[in-house]
């Protein structure tokens, strides 16, 4: 069971890059760095749980999902900051 949903995950994966190679766009460039993300983080998944899983793993991991993630957070905020300084500034005037 496990190896049929990795082959149907490869697979689909494989038709993202092929789809990807044939025109850079900016959504697939980001549908592309979702899909590293996600890889990274089932690579440090089965390397935290190959030794058993203890405490220190949920730590690391949620650590490696704020540092994988950290640059789309800071656009999401740089996005509503700057929204809220234009908002400030148009009932000002």
């Known amino acids: 069971m496990p190896s ?7 697979q689909k994966l494989l ?15 980001k549908s592309l760095f ?11 998944i089965l390397g935290q749980v190959s ?6 793993d949920l730590f690391f991991f949620v650590a490696t999902v704020l540092w994988i993630w950290l640059p789309l957070c800071v656009r999401y905020e740089m996005t509503a900051i ?3 300084t234009h908002q400030n500034q148009i009932t000002k005037e």
Do not use: C, E
């Open 34 to 44: 979702s899909v590293n993300r996600i890889l990274i983080l089932v690579f440090v």
């Open 15 to 29: 038709k993202l890059l092929i789809s990807t190679s044939s025109g850079y766009t900016v959504s697939r460039s």
């Open 4 to 10: 049929d949903s990795f082959d149907s995950i490869s």
């Open 51 to 56: 030794d058993g899983l203890q405490l220190a």
């Open 82 to 84: 700057n929204h809220i």
